[in-house]
């Protein structure tokens, strides 16, 4: 039996890296399915992505949340703990999430940054429709916890909880099968943990969440396979788009960029998107829905 009010969140990640990944998702947005993105708030291209987002109001904007490969916004005296003299955090996710584990320094400073990155989304006026973070380090208990501290503050209503079925994604690809049972194992321990957090302080997060063990191949071919197997009514899907600017930067993805952004213009993947009573949308247009609320919002 077809399914009835069914939503699908379709973001794409890093808006503000460089102009390459902003024209990326500026053209997904108005020719493809994408809905809905997720800022870095000190990203290179940052200024230019908030400017375009101003002039596609239809685009919901999050903060992508950045405690690792990338900079602060805080000044380096002010974080010592946290990043080097050029104001860099680690690029390492794992030594990053023991040493803010374990560090009360460096948990203290992370409270001040997060602070700061939200403050700054908040200063380009744009309406916050969800928070994420870089490498899905957010999600980390501890950082977890600093966001559901500011949540009334900064009117955080969704946050991101990596959720996908590995069986599901090893019929559609294998390869790199290790790092998807790790990642696999490792995401649904923290996805357990933030589902009661998040539960219990009211703040909302999609059913499924797929791209953590896709990352980077989230092809035309992949979403045509995923999307008729989704058996929840509201899921997002993330990615990377991006364009090829010769001579410009991007992010650690950048040889996914173009497939991806393929993927997100296809008109097949409208097609499948609406043949399985998929509405696209975003957060911020469903905060007021029952639905929504239904799940504590």
């Known amino acids: ?30 020719q493809g399915v994408l809905t809905s993105t997720s800022l870095m708030v000190t990203g290179d291209a940052a200024k230019e992505a908030i400017a375009l987002a101003r002039n596609h109001p239809n685009l919901a904007v999050g903060l992508h949340l950045v405690l690792v490969c990338g900079r602060a916004v805080l000044p380096p005296p002010q974080i010592p703990h946290l990043v080097d003299s050029m104001g860099n955090f680690s690029n390492s996710p794992l030594q990053a999430g023991l040493h803010y584990q374990f560090h009360r320094a460096a948990r ?3 409270r001040q940054e997060i602070r700061a990155q939200l403050s700054k989304f908040c200063d380009s006026g744009l309406p916050l429709s969800h928070v994420d973070g870089h490498l ?28 996908e079925e590995l069986l599901m994604n ?9 790092t998807k049972l790790v990642w696999s ?13 998040l539960t219990s302080q009211g703040i909302s997060f999609a059913n499924k969440v797929y791209g953590l063990l896709q990352t980077g191949k989230i092809t ?31 992010n650690e993805l950048s040889r996914a960029g173009a497939t991806e952004l393929a993927a997100l213009l296809s008109e ?30």
């Open 268 to 297: 097949q993947v409208r097609e499948v998107l609406i043949a399985n009573n998929f509405e696209l949308t975003n957060f911020v247009n469903i905060r007021s829905s029952t639905y929504l609320k239904s799940r504590g919002s």
């Open 185 to 197: 194992a490792v995401f649904g321990r923290l996805r357990r943990y933030g589902e009661d957090l």
């Open 108 to 110: 203290e400073e992370l």
């Open 170 to 178: 090893l019929k559609l690809d294998r390869q790199g099968l290790l």
């Open 1 to 30: 039996m077809p399914h009835t009010h069914r939503f699908a969140i379709i973001n794409g990640d890093d808006f503000g890296f460089s102009q390459s990944v902003n024209q990326g998702i500026i053209q997904a947005h108005k």
């Open 136 to 163: 899905h380090l957010h999600v980390h208990p501890v950082i977890l916890g600093i966001l559901v501290e500011l949540a009334q503050e900064f009117d955080i209503h969704v946050i991101r909880l990596p959720s």
């Open 220 to 250: 035309e071919e992949y979403l045509i396979g995923l999307i008729p197997q989704i058996q929840t009514d509201l899921v997002e899907i993330y990615s990377h788009p991006a364009v090829v600017n010769t001579g410009e930067p991007l």
